[in-house]
């Protein structure tokens, strides 16, 4: 289960956007938002990254069940989790970026390791 941040959306709207940014970091690598959406979706990569490092059908099924899209899954499998197969966690790194213009709200990049 995620963090406690609510991120002003009730509770399915939440969770399908943070399966989907999860989705679209995993596909690209790096992402940028604000800190707290960082904070959330950080430790759900991970997860999804240990999933893929232990590579069986049982995990394969979890993760497709979390992430969106199933080429994003063999990917992650196939590419993206045997490259941290001697690293135990610590897969992500999140950098403050400053303020947006718009809103004030402070930004951050979030990016594989």
């Known amino acids: 289960m995620p963090g406690k941040r609510k991120l ?3 509770t399915d709207q939440r969770m399908a956007m943070l399966r989907q940014q999860v989705t679209d970091f995993l596909d690209k690598g790096k992402m940028e938002t604000t800190v707290t959406r960082c904070k959330e979706i950080a430790p759900l990569a991970e997860k999804m990254i240990t999933l893929g490092k232990k590579n069986t ?33 610590g897969y992500t790194r999140i ?11 402070e930004l951050a990049i979030l990016e594989l390791v």
């Open 8 to 10: 002003g959306k009730p």
């Open 57 to 89: 059908i049982a995990s394969r099924r979890q993760a497709m069940s979390f992430i969106t899209r199933e080429d994003v899954v063999s990917k992650m499998f196939k590419e993206t989790a045997p490259g941290y197969a001697e690293r135990n966690g």
């Open 95 to 105: 950098t403050r970026t400053g303020p947006r213009r718009g809103d004030g709200a």
